[in-house]
Nanobody, 118 residues
Framework: QVQLVESGGGLVQPGGSLRLSCGAS????????MGWFRQAPGKERERVAT????????SYADSVKGRFTISKDNTKNTVDLQMDTLKPEDTAVYYC???????????WGQGTQVTVSS
């Protein structure tokens, strides 16, 4: 089993930045693909960014391309999401996920709230 814990969420003004971090315990994730997803009130959960186990392959939702960057540190068992130029429509609960196959996620964190508002 893998336990994932997100941190770094909060309130930020439009145009600002936040860095989310997800730490894994219980099992190493160095051979797992990982990703960040988000769910806004009244909307379905959507993929934000994903990364392969080695970090060599990344993918982003069109809405965050050029603003968000996903990174994975296999020595620390973590995956981060750097979010720049934040917009009010980025407001959501952000979830970290991990899985043995890229695109198929077996483990999920509890989520961290990100609110972009002036």
């Amino acid at each position: 089993q893998v336990q994932l814990v997100e941190s770094g969420g909060g309130l930020v003004q439009p145009g600002g930045s936040l860095r989310l971090s997800c730490g894994a315990s219980g099992r190493t994730v160095d051979r797992m693909a990982m990703g960040w997803f988000r769910q806004a009130p009244g909307k379905e959960r959507e993929r934000v960014a994903t990364i392969s186990w080695s970090g060599g392959i990344t993918s982003y939702a069109d809405s965050v391309k050029g603003r968000f960057t996903i990174s994975k540190d296999n020595t620390k068992n973590t995956v981060d999401l750097q979010m720049d130029t934040l917009k009010p429509e980025d407001t959501a609960v952000y979830y970290c996920a991990a899985g043995l196959l890229y695109g198929n996620y077996d483990y999920w964190g509890q989520g961290t709230q990100v609110t972009v508002s002036s």
